[in-house]
């Protein structure tokens, strides 16, 4: 199957994934926003569902890098390995010392160099960032991808700040750093449209054909000889030849505005290219109303768009390494393109997987591509019964799809088993300091018996052992808490005195729907792979669990400004 039939969604280290599943010179275009930002710790929200202004977080990821044994171990290995990539990092360390800016430079350097290898001849790169670490950064690629191979530093103005801070202005911007693998690289010149008062006011005079403005049709060089000549009854040196002149004369194109003026000639609206994109973009706009999905990172569609549109032919591969809540991954599908993205968090994955849905109406593949060698074939052949681009399933790599799997998730990072066993029910994580969870992990809201009144069901999740006492913390969170529902998902089938406990809690009754829920549910991670659902009422619409995404309503491969 051709690279075009691949829509992969990767849990994981990045680094890992690249050197493991991703093949030298397949990417036509990478897009990556690294987090760095020594002072913040970014969290993922999610609105409340209830009419309420309240939200509710959960750490996604601390955007911090601390120099530690890790990084002395990847510089020197770098470093090892010698050439202009270890000659940077060793500047670096003399300039900066053992810092945190150094920590992410040495994180970022060999992710650097999987990103050139997996990346066509003809490739380019786009590397989101702040000027805090713009300037080494550009050093960096600079040795990775050669000096001359740069092409663009973009300035992206996101946000016109209001700042208490008396000492500085502001920062408004964003840079993008844009390199090529080589020196020929796909790139198409972006246009916007005319800014509508410019066109009335350059644009005021109108016939037959249209719009037009009247331009110059003087030589700036009046050394030309051979373009001197009397026209109309002017003598000057012209722009064009005689013949030309009359000739666009007797086709209307060339007019006098009245005896002994300076001929002109129309130029029109329509046979404009409109204004060229430069290196400033100041004319996109944050992820904002339906578009923002309460993630704090988010980069507006159109951003993904202008890039996608200017640097990845059709059917070429996007890759995305650091994908967060999929906004490349959405530009890349709404434009028909075939994409790569990668995160290393499983709450990162359930927004994808929902964003996907929401947006485009496909889900994952039925079919469980498992962590391991040589998922790269299965996922071509399981694309082969599937039509375009745009509507064939994704499939995800790295997550559990057996017992086994999830068993092996949560002895090495019990969060994550947390997070992405709470995604197979589509529940809403909790925000909670780690260790401080008062007994609830998720919550999924629905709507309650009467118009604008809402329940929640209450879960808990549990990656080691169980027992009945767990079933009686849960049953003081539902009342504490007046939930409908409590629900203990765990690795261990429920013993006999957990099931009697649970049943002992009675039954949710709602009256809309005329039926009574078990109040206290009880699931294996197993019965929940195998299909087992959560029995509650219906979700509406007004109850989704996380922010809804907008529904793709352009064309693939349309102008960008109309896509979605």
Not at 25 to 32: H, I, N, Q
Not at 90 to 102: I, N, P, Q, V
Not at 530 to 544: F, L, S, Y
């Amino acid at each position: 199957m051709p690279e075009g039939s691949k829509n992969l969604l990767y849990y994981g280290d990045n680094l890992d994934v690249m050197r493991r599943h991703i093949k030298d010179e397949t990417v036509d275009l990478v897009y990556l926003d690294p987090p760095f930002n020594s002072n913040a710790n970014y969290n993922v929200l999610f609105a409340e569902k209830n009419g309420s202004k309240a939200v509710s977080q959960i750490q996604a990821f601390s955007d911090t890098w601390t120099w530690n044994q890790e990084s002395e171990s990847i510089f020197a290995e770098i470093v090892m390995a010698g050439g202009k990539v270890s000659d940077c990092l060793k500047a670096f360390r003399t300039f900066l010392g053992e810092c945190d800016m150094l920590a992410y430079l040495v994180m970022m350097a060999p992710r650097l160099i999987e990103l050139r290898r997996v990346m066509k001849p003809i490739a380019s790169i786009y590397l989101h960032c702040d000027p805090t670490a713009s300037h080494y950064l550009k050093m960096l690629m600079d040795g990775i991808f050669g000096a001359g191979n740069f092409r663009n530093e973009i300035s992206w103005r996101r946000s016109n700040p209001k700042s208490h801070i008396k000492v500085n202005f502001p920062n408004c911007r964003d840079v993008i750093l844009r390199y090529s693998k080589s020196g020929e690289t796909t790139f198409n010149m972006i246009y916007e449209s005319h800014d509508p008062e410019y066109v009335r006011k350059a644009y005021k005079y109108t016939d037959s054909k249209g719009q037009y403005r009247l331009l110059p049709l003087l030589n700036p060089n009046d050394n030309r000889p051979n373009l001197t000549y009397e026209f109309l009854g002017v003598s000057r040196v012209w722009r064009w030849t005689k013949e030309r002149m009359e000739q666009s004369y007797r086709d209307g194109v060339v007019v006098q505005l009245k005896p002994g003026a300076v001929p002109q000639y129309k130029k029109y609206l329509a046979e404009s290219k409109s204004r060229t994109i430069t290196d400033d973009w100041s004319d996109i706009e944050q992820a904002a109303g339906n578009e923002a999905l309460g993630y704090p990172t988010q980069k507006p569609l159109a951003l993904l768009e202008r890039i996608i549109n200017a640097s990845c032919p059709e059917g070429g591969v996007v890759l995305d390494p650091f994908c967060g809540c999929g906004t490349t991954i959405a530009a890349a599908q709404a434009l028909g393109r075939p994409w790569i993205g990668i995160d290393i968090t499983h709450l990162a994955i359930t927004l994808i997987k929902q964003r996907m849905k929401d947006s485009f109406g496909i889900e994952q593949s039925v079919r469980a591509i498992p962590s391991g060698k040589g998922e790269t074939a299965k996922v071509e052949e399981a694309g082969a019964e599937y039509g375009s681009v745009t509507k064939r399933p994704f499939h995800v790599v790295g997550e559990p799809t057996s017992e086994p799997d999830a068993a092996a998730l949560a002895a090495s990072d019990p969060y994550q088993f947390q997070w992405w066993a709470l995604g197979l029910v589509g529940a809403r994580p909790v925000e909670q300091k780690k260790g401080a969870d008062k007994g609830i992990d998720g919550r999924i809201i629905f709507q309650g018996d009467k118009k604008g009144t809402f329940e929640s069901v209450i879960l808990s999740v549990k990656a080691g052992h169980t027992n009945v006492a767990h079933i009686r913390d849960l049953k003081g969170v539902l009342e504490r808490e007046k939930a409908a529902i409590g629900v203990l998902i765990s690795m261990q089938e429920a013993t006999s005195p957990m099931k009697t406990e649970a049943v002992t809690a009675g039954f949710y009754e709602s009256a809309l729907w005329g039926r009574k829920y078990q109040k206290m549910q009880l699931f294996t991670v197993a019965e929940l792979l195998a299909g087992k659902t959560i029995e509650m009422p219906p979700i509406r619409q007004v109850g989704a669990t996380f922010k809804k995404a907008p529904k793709a309503t352009g064309q693939p491969g349309g102008d960008q400004h109309e896509l979605l």
